[in-house]
Each structure stands twice: as structure tokens, then as C-alpha cells.
T-cell receptor
């Protein structure tokens, strides 16, 4: 089964609004990452948050991690039309041979 | 420029044919990965390699093969045994494959279509 599952599946907002995307996972992790994918392109890494961190910021991005609830959220503030893309959370899992498992992604549309 | 390149951008496969997708990185990364992405889906791991001359199967390795003869290169062959190869293939690399997966850097992808 998928380790990370994003919610909602799709999100449409007006430019300037904030966008909040959520990710839930099932097993203990070392870290959780968020990636962005423009249509037909490769993924671009946005931010990595480790299991001992609760919040991390990068520019207009804020990521939180709640290991007790096995969930994370990605907040994009003051969204722009250029933020339109698919966003994926990816988790590893504690233990040997850790690898990234990606969710199905959230499609974000920012209307000008 | 440092990064990952994939070629070709589009690839057409005839039935019964093996095709090879190229992935090259000049980031000096030890680990490399191949993923498959189907429409509206996340990425599924096909194969990964932690070091030269070593690789392991991912979640959907059947019908695929890889080699890792050089640190910078990790080609993927889609064999005729892969009955549903139409997908978007992404190659990635990371600095290390230790405890805790590190940031992965992705190539632009190859779209494989079946004639």
C-alpha cells in the first residue's frame, strides 16, 4: 500500500490566496519530503523535514510534521499562477534499505 | 551545468522490441533510481542502485533491466516481457543511500509509447 497519501486530490484557488496540502503516512519515517512537478516535466525537490523536526520554512513554503498523527502539511502562502503544478509527498521508512515512496499527488491550480 | 539528463524525450516501441532509456548525471551522486509514472499516479520505483556495479529491484521490476557500470550512468531497458510499457519514465539520483532517504534530483523524463 502507498506509504504517503495526499489530500485533497485537487485544489483550485485564486492568486494571492494560501494553499494547504496534506499528506498522511502509515509507518515510522526518518524524513518526509515534498516535491513539485510541472506538467510533463521531472520532479523538483521543495523541502525535506526530518522526523525530529516539527516545522520548516523555505521562502513562501511552510511544512509541518506531526509524527504522532503520521501527517504533514505543505502551506504555500500568497500563491501565484506559476505555482500551478502537481505536488507530491514522499516518505522513507525506518529500517534497512530505506527508499522513498511517493503519494499520488495533489493537482494545484492557481487562477490569475 | 550540473544535473541529470535523460534521452530520448520520446521513445516509440514496437511489439516484441527491447528499448533502452538513457540516464546520465554529473552530480557525482552514488545512488540512482528509475521510476515509472502513469497518468494521475504517483511514482513507482523500478530499480535503484546505491553504488557502481550494484543494483536492486524496486516495487515493479518485472519486464525491466538495468546496469550500473559507471557512476554517472544508469540505463534502463524495457524488455518485451513488459506488456504495458506506455508510461512516463523518470530517473533520479541522490548523494547517498544511507539511513534516511536524502533529496533526490530528477531528470526531465522519457515518455515511452507503444506503436
Amino acid at each position: 500500500s502507498q506509504q504517503g497519501e495526499e489530500d485533497p486530490q485537487a485544489l483550485s484557488i485564486q492568486e494571492g490566496e494560501n494553499a494547504t496540502m496534506n499528506c498522511s503516512y502509515k509507518t515510522s519515517i526518518n524524513n518526509l519530503q515534498w516535491y513539485r512537478q510541472n506538467s510533463g516535466r521531472g520532479l523538483v525537490h521543495l523541502i525535506l523535514i526530518r522526523s525530529n523536526e516539527r516545522e520548516k520554512h523555505s521562502g513562501r513554503l511552510r511544512v509541518t510534521l506531526d509524527t504522532s498523527k503520521k501527517s504533514s502539511s505543505l502551506l504555500i502562502t500568497a500563491s501565484r499562477a506559476a505555482d500551478t503544478a502537481s505536488y507530491f509527498c514522499a516518505t522513507d521508512s525506518t529500517g534497512a534499505n530505506s527508499k522513498l515512496t511517493f503519494g499520488k499527488g495533489i493537482t494545484l491550480s492557481v487562477r490569475p | 551545468d550540473g544535473g541529470i539528463t535523460q534521452s530520448p524525450k520520446y521513445l516509440f516501441r514496437k511489439e516484441g522490441q527491447n528499448v533502452t532509456l538513457s540516464c546520465e548525471q554529473n552530480l557525482n551522486h552514488d545512488a540512482m533510481y528509475w521510476y515509472r509514472q502513469d497518468p494521475g499516479q504517483g511514482l513507482r520505483l523500478i530499480y535503484y542502485s546505491q553504488i557502481v556495479n550494484d543494483f536492486q529491484k524496486g516495487d515493479i521490476a518485472e519486464g525491466y533491466s538495468v546496469s550500473r557500470e559507471k557512476k554517472e550512468s544508469f540505463p534502463l531497458t524495457v524488455t518485451s516481457a513488459q506488456k504495458n510499457p506506455t508510461a512516463f519514465y523518470l530517473c533520479a539520483s541522490s548523494e547517498d543511500y544511507g539511513v534516511g532517504a536524502e533529496t533526490q534530483y530528477f531528470g526531465p523524463g522519457t515518455r515511452l509509447l507503444v506503436l
